[in-house]
């Protein structure tokens, strides 16, 4: 058998008690057990953009997304949308609207690795605000 990519674990509860141990850059429990929940045995490459950058440990609000992971999505999982980060390629919309501010925390960095202007992020935004509004889901408006 082959694993998916991230999936070279056998013992997953394990590996994340290790990672916990290991835990390096002052992210919390919460924030590397998310970590490893979605990206796996290969959650340290994640972890290299806060090396480079300790800002991107900051995580987006109060969720558990790191700065690092929307970089992440961005550089290596080929995320072209706003809402390719919040509602695909992270748990940040997962629950729900993240709120106005952490929708724009995501904007911002987007923009910046990708040279979005002002007005491609407020489209991204306002898509993103859109598919939480079809879905019968609270958007905050600024």
């Given at each position: 058998?082959?694993?998916?990519?991230?999936?070279?674990?056998?013992?997953?509860?394990?590996?994340?008690?290790?990672?916990?141990?290991?835990?390096?850059?002052?992210?919390?429990?919460?924030?590397?057990?998310?970590?490893?929940?979605?990206?796996?045995?290969?959650?340290?490459?994640?972890?290299?953009?806060?090396?480079?950058?300790?800002?991107?440990?900051?995580?987006?609000?109060?969720?558990?997304?790191?700065?690092?992971?929307?970089?992440?999505?961005?550089?290596?999982?080929?995320?072209?949308k706003l809402a390719d980060v919040v509602l695909r390629r992270t748990d940040l919309g997962g629950a729900g609207y993240p709120g106005e501010s952490?929708?724009?925390?995501?904007?911002?960095?987007?923009?910046?690795?990708?040279?979005?202007?002002?007005?491609?992020?407020?489209?991204?935004?306002?898509?993103?605000?859109?598919?939480?509004?079809?879905?019968?889901?609270?958007?905050?408006?600024?």
């Amino acid at each position: 058998m082959t694993p998916i990519y991230g999936g070279l674990i056998e013992d997953f509860e394990e590996f994340v008690s290790n990672a916990l141990k290991n835990g390096k850059h002052g992210l919390s429990p919460e924030i590397i057990r998310a970590l490893v929940h979605n990206h796996g045995s290969q959650y340290h490459n994640v972890i290299k953009y806060i090396e480079d950058d300790p800002t991107l440990a900051a995580p987006v609000g109060t969720s558990t997304v790191t700065r690092a992971e929307i970089l992440h999505a961005a550089r290596e999982e080929m995320a072209q949308k706003l809402a390719d980060v919040v509602l695909r390629r992270t748990d940040l919309g997962g629950a729900g609207y993240p709120g106005e501010s952490e929708i724009r925390v995501c904007a911002e960095l987007m923009a910046k690795e990708l040279g979005w202007d002002d007005r491609r992020a407020r489209n991204e935004i306002d898509e993103v605000n859109s598919a939480f509004s079809q879905c019968n889901l609270r958007v905050a408006r600024a």
